[in-house]
């Protein structure tokens, strides 16, 4: 069973930054970021194999940084110049024969 553990969400003022991380235990190709607001879709953030090809939303591009340290099987998401509309849980996604997802955690931008 493929566990993803991840960490890093909290409360920060517009503007500001956070960086989440989330480990698997086995290793995967493909892992990234989506997202949830309420009321709203589940949506991608951005995703990296393990060569380093990335994918981005339009919404996140050059605001957001996702890089993975394949050897402790970890992927991050360096979120800068953050907005409200950035608020939502974000979830850890790996992807090889199937998708898995962590537990979630939540993300507020808020003065």
């Known amino acids: ?3 993803l553990v991840e960490s890093g969400g909290g409360l920060v003022q517009p503007g500001g930054s956070l960086r989440l991380s989330c480990s698997a235990s086995v290793s995967i190709i493909v892992m990234g ?5 309420p009321g709203k879709q589940r949506e991608l953030a951005a995703t ?9 939303a ?12 394949n050897a ?9 110049s953050l907005k409200p509309e ?3 849980v974000y ?13 979630g955690t939540q993300v507020t931008v808020s003065s």
């Not at 970021?33 to 607001?37: E, G, K």
């Not at 402790?72 to 800068?80: D, E, G, I, S």
């Open 1 to 3: 069973q493929v566990q």
């Open 33 to 37: 970021w989506y997202r949830q607001a």
């Open 48 to 56: 990296i194999s393990t060569f380093g090809i990335t994918n981005y």
């Open 58 to 69: 339009d919404s996140v591009r050059g605001r957001f940084t996702i890089s993975r340290d």
């Open 72 to 80: 402790k099987k970890t992927v991050y998401l360096q979120m800068n």
């Open 86 to 88: 950035d608020t939502a």
């Open 91 to 103: 979830y850890c996604l790996g992807r090889g024969l199937r998708d898995y997802w962590g537990q």
